[in-house]
């Protein structure tokens, strides 16, 4: 996050890795399972937006997004350009959701709760003021809006700003 949008995109300076527009669904599920909700979520978007689906990293075994392109096995550069040129991202990942707002992707961050036990994903959309980017796993199908907004971008500007303020007052202490 100390990076902004055009640091991380001297990266990643390549062509889209897929030709059409794409809804990208990043799903980790170590920290909380959110099969069998996520696949009809994904679906019911992609086909309201007419996006492709590419999925990064495959989905949990035993079940697919049919017509869905898959990135299994992807290197950094890779990771950050299928997030770059994605018209939606839907993730369960920390990673997802920061470099989706870095990068100014519309997006929806689902959690298990919102007041759960792994808060940095809402503590940071809080920070943003990009809450309305939460989907709680129980209410997929209440959606709210999920364009990222130039308010957003700047409050995380401002909040990169003083974090590296404060690593530099920190390291400079005798």
């Known amino acids: 996050l100390l990076l902004d949008r055009e640091e991380w995109l001297k990266f990643c300076p390549a062509a889209p890795l897929v030709k059409e527009k794409y ?3 990043y799903i980790l599920h170590y920290s909380f399972d959110p099969y069998p909700s996520i696949i009809p979520f994904v679906n019911k978007l992609a086909r309201e937006r007419n996006l492709q689906v590419v999925v990064l990293h495959g989905l949990k075994e ?11 096995s992807v290197g950094p550069v890779e990771f950050l350009r299928l997030l770059r040129d ?5 993730t369960t990942s920390f990673h997802g959701t920061a470099f989706s707002l870095n990068f100014g992707r519309d997006f929806y961050s689902v959690v298990k709760q919102i007041n759960g036990s792994d808060s940095r994903v809402v503590d940071l959309l809080s920070v943003c003021g990009a809450r309305h980017h939460l989907v ?3 209410s997929l199908e209440s959606l709210q809006g999920s364009s990222v907004d130039a308010m957003e971008t700047e409050k995380l500007s ?3 700003n003083r974090s590296i303020d404060y690593l530099q ?3 400079t202490e005798d």
Request: proline residues 0%; glycine residues 8%.
């Open 23 to 25: 809804l990208l669904v």
């Open 62 to 72: 035993g079940y697919s997004i049919e017509g869905a392109l898959s990135f299994d």
């Open 86 to 90: 994605a018209s939606l991202v839907v």
């Open 136 to 138: 709680e796993l129980n």
């Open 158 to 160: 401002e909040f990169r």
């Open 169 to 171: 007052k920190i390291l």
